[in-house]
């Protein structure tokens, strides 16, 4: 296990200065002079040369790339340009709110999806397995950007039993996180069914039922139990798209997060904030799936790196 | 389930083509003293904030879906057999750098590098293109490089090799056809996401720009009007859903027949 943890962390290391190389590499990317975007047509020579010197834009290549290294290594991730604060602070603003997102999410999506898998997997074949798997792939063809305002028109609009949108209170929560959860809800009853009738099949499953165990009891306490490997590193797996969705569901419905941060800084142009937002998804998304492999390989001795 | 999928993707692509003749209404023609009107006999789908006629611009909103998919999946396909193929027979350093490329865009979460892209370059379709193109291939790659691992120790493969063939006619007869199944069934699954995918980045604001009718930005329009006039939210949106849920399907079914044992 020592060996796989060290080789799994070694390979992660590439990975992240591939990803960091590609954030810095996206204010270069920016057509013509990413000072004067950022300040606008209407700027004077001598604002754009400022803030160029700000952001470091007039040292060499090398050095800017060095510079921006060593700053993420130290946890400095620039200046914002619209709000004059360290990109960092405004990040760890945002955070908590996002994570809360993410986090109720993924729980109202566990408590929904596999309930759904098991009884679709027991009932296979049948008109119940049907609904189960169809309803799960309506989840996963149904944008998040359209499951938000069909719930925020339906239970805010409609029927007022929910705010449509803002924080305060647990019932701001909802509708952001049963649209941020619909997607993964659908994929992970689509795992647990696969994963559990995978399990049904073996023999072990046969004998206990022979020992005179009730079919609930042999999926519940046998196959249910062995078929979670798989699912567990789904939900690990899945945090990503969870991360990247909380874009799209705090821009519907205003949850002052991560996301909409992102999308804020989009819009002014705050390429130094853009590019930090960017980086700390992605590290925060390596890092998730680093955990969810060294989990696995935990959990199932089998996984190993040769 | 195929059948379905099918029956929706080529509604879609009819629809999308026949276009004008449907609708008997320009999609740019404004009637103000009419907007946010709800659906009629005359306008089935209703008039936008600007009393457009939705139906029309759905119509229109379908081209633009249909072409972002097949510009996206074409480019990300092609670019994906090649790098993966070329890593999977190659072998050694070549498929050491192309793999960790792919396994540095991949590090990237969803659509968030096309976010990223988008955001330095401009909202722009053919820059939606080129950002989820760029995050696309990396799919295909990965699927082709392994059918190439495999495909170049098959007898026909070494066959070939020991009767001389050169390493571009092994890789282009011998070794891609052996993907093709595969990748047809990505491709299939890809135009959903591509469809997705442009729809979120002009519902963000970063895609398709107006007066041009996306399903994204007509979803985006429709945010503002969520009390007053649902149906600007409501008809965009069963369309993305619905063509979404015919690759889906499609894709599911082509999978099962590709690989048997995916069927349940």
């Known amino acids: 296990m020592g060996r796989y943890l060290v080789r799994r962390l070694l390979l992660t290391v590439p990975v992240l200065l591939g990803v960091a190389t590609l954030v810095f590499a996206l204010i270069h990317l920016v057509p013509g002079d990413p000072a004067q975007s950022m300040l606008g047509e209407g700027a004077s020579q001598e604002e754009v040369l400022n803030l160029r010197h700000a952001l470091g834009l007039d040292r060499p290549l090398l050095v800017q790339y060095r510079s921006f290294l060593s700053g993420v290594?130290?946890?400095?991730?620039?200046?914002?340009?619209?709000?004059?604060?360290?990109?960092?602070?405004?990040?760890?603003?945002?955070?908590?709110?996002?994570?809360?997102?993410?986090?109720?999410?993924?729980?109202?999506?566990?408590?929904?999806?596999?309930?759904?898998?098991?009884?679709?997997?027991?009932?296979?074949?049948?008109?119940?397995?049907?609904?189960?798997?169809?309803?799960?792939?309506?989840?996963?063809?149904?944008?998040?950007?359209?499951?938000?305002?069909?719930?925020?028109?339906?239970?805010?609009?409609?029927?007022?039993?929910?705010?449509?949108?803002?924080?305060?209170?647990?019932?701001?929560?909802?509708?952001?996180?049963?649209?941020?959860?619909?997607?993964?809800?659908?994929?992970?009853?689509?795992?647990?069914?696969?994963?559990?009738l995978e399990e049904l099949r073996e023999l072990y499953v046969l004998a206990a039922r022979a020992r005179g165990l009730s079919g609930a009891r042999a999926v519940v306490r046998h196959a249910f139990r062995n078929s979670l490997i798989p699912i567990v590193t789904i939900i690990g797996l899945q945090f990503g798209a969870v991360l990247t969705g909380t874009i799209i569901t705090e821009t519907i419905f205003a949850w002052p997060g991560l996301g909409r941060l992102l999308i804020q800084a989009i819009n002014y142009r705050d390429y130094p904030l853009v590019q930090g937002c960017i980086l700390f998804i992605s590290v925060t998304y390596v890092a998730m799936n680093l955990l969810t492999d060294l989990t696995y390989g935990f959990l199932d001795p089998r996984i190993r790196y040769d | 389930m195929v059948r379905v999928g099918l029956a929706i993707v080529l509604v879609t692509l009819l629809a999308a083509a026949a276009g004008p003749a449907l609708s008997p209404f320009d999609p740019a023609d404004q009637d103000l003293a009419r907007r946010l009107e709800g659906p009629s006999l005359s306008h089935p789908l209703g008039l936008d904030e600007l009393g457009r006629d939705i139906l029309a611009r759905l119509l229109v909103g379908a081209r633009i879906s249909l072409m972002v998919g097949i510009a996206v999946v074409g480019v990300s396909s092609t670019v994906g057999m090649l790098f993966g193929s070329i890593a999977g027979y190659f072998g050694g350093r070549v498929d050491d750098v192309i793999s960790r490329v792919i396994d540095v865009l991949m590090a990237f979460p969803g659509i968030l590098l096309a976010i990223a892209l988008v955001a330095v370059l401009g909202p722009s379709l053919t820059n939606v293109v080129l950002a989820l193109s760029v995050i696309g291939w990396v799919g295909y790659a990965r699927l082709v490089r392994g059918q190439a691992l495999r495909a170049r120790e098959l007898e026909f493969v070494q066959a070939a090799r020991a009767l001389g063939a050169g390493s571009r006619r092994i890789v282009f007869r011998h070794v891609l056809p052996t993907a093709f199944p595969a990748v047809m069934v990505q491709a299939t699954l890809g135009m959903a996401g591509a469809i997705i995918a442009e729809a979120s980045l002009s519902f963000l604001g970063l895609g398709v720009q107006p007066p041009t009718p996306s399903w994204g930005t007509m979803l985006d329009a429709g945010r503002s009007h969520l009390f007053d006039a649902p149906h600007l939210t409501i008809f965009p949106g069963l369309a993305i859903a619905t063509l979404v849920l015919g690759f889906n399907f499609l894709g599911d079914g082509l999978r099962d027949r590709v690989d048997p044992k995916m069927a349940r």
Do not use: C
């Not at chain 1, 029927?159 to 659908?186: E, K």
């Open chain 1, 73 to 196: 290594a130290q946890g400095d991730l620039g200046t914002s340009f619209r709000y004059n604060t360290p990109v960092t602070r405004q990040i760890r603003e945002k955070l908590p709110n996002t994570i809360e997102l993410a986090l109720a999410a993924m729980l109202l999506a566990i408590l929904f999806a596999i309930p759904l898998g098991i009884l679709a997997a027991v009932y296979r074949g049948t008109a119940v397995d049907h609904a189960a798997m169809t309803l799960a792939l309506a989840g996963i063809s149904m944008p998040n950007f359209w499951l938000g305002p069909l719930l925020a028109i339906l239970f805010a609009v409609r029927l007022g039993w929910l705010p449509v949108a803002g924080t305060g209170s647990i019932w701001h929560l909802v509708l952001p996180a049963v649209t941020l959860g619909a997607a993964l809800s659908a994929i992970l009853a689509r795992m647990t069914r696969a994963s559990l």
